[in-house]
């Protein structure tokens, strides 16, 4: 916080005082690109930019799914094991072993959020959350299926439904792991 402040006094400095540094022909441009170096640092320093690359995405198509802020923990009772690891930064993220009725097993983590689709009618038939109606989600992108979503209150006599998300740890990827797979082409001499 200190060096940030520091910087900023040094660049708002700057900006006041450009004449001391004899750039009179140049003043509006030293000070315009001396403005944008202030608000972009600012921009970086605040986390508003730095945050945005917390995120999950489709392993099939790099489609965003989710971000940091909406992981949570919903327990269930019926999980096969559980255990906790760091994801996006955010420690302690509980991840579940569930199996279906096909045999078929999946870690799942679960979220307030999710870009996804849901498809079908929710159903309560072997579900994971007891009270919880389940949806197969999708991604809107390439259709892979990413997990489920979860609603309470499905009732018609209840007007708010809680939701949320169990997603396939396995089909989604953290943005920063795709960037570093990205590959600069050596410069050759």
Known sequence: MVVRKRI?????????????????????????LLFLLLVSFLALTSGEIADSDEELLCRTCGHKVTTAEHLINKPSPVALS?????????SAVLIQLFENALESRFELITVSKADVYKHGE???????????????TICP????????SF???????????EIFYGL????????????????VPKSYK
């Open 8 to 32: 900023m006094s040094t660049i708002t400095k700057i900006i006041l005082n450009v004449d001391q540094f004899s750039f009179r022909k140049l003043n509006c441009s030293i000070h315009l």
């Open 82 to 90: 559980h255990h906790n690891d760091t994801i996006l930064g955010k």
């Open 122 to 136: 929710a159903s309560l038939d072997h579900t994971w959350y007891p009270g919880n109606a389940w949806r197969v």
């Open 151 to 161: 609603e309470s209150g499905t009732s018609e006599k209840s007007s708010k439904k």
């Open 168 to 183: 396939i740890l396995e089909d989604l990827l953290h943005k920063d792991y795709v960037e570093s797979l990205l590959l």
């Open 141 to 148: 992108r390439c259709g892979m299926h990413l997990g489920w």
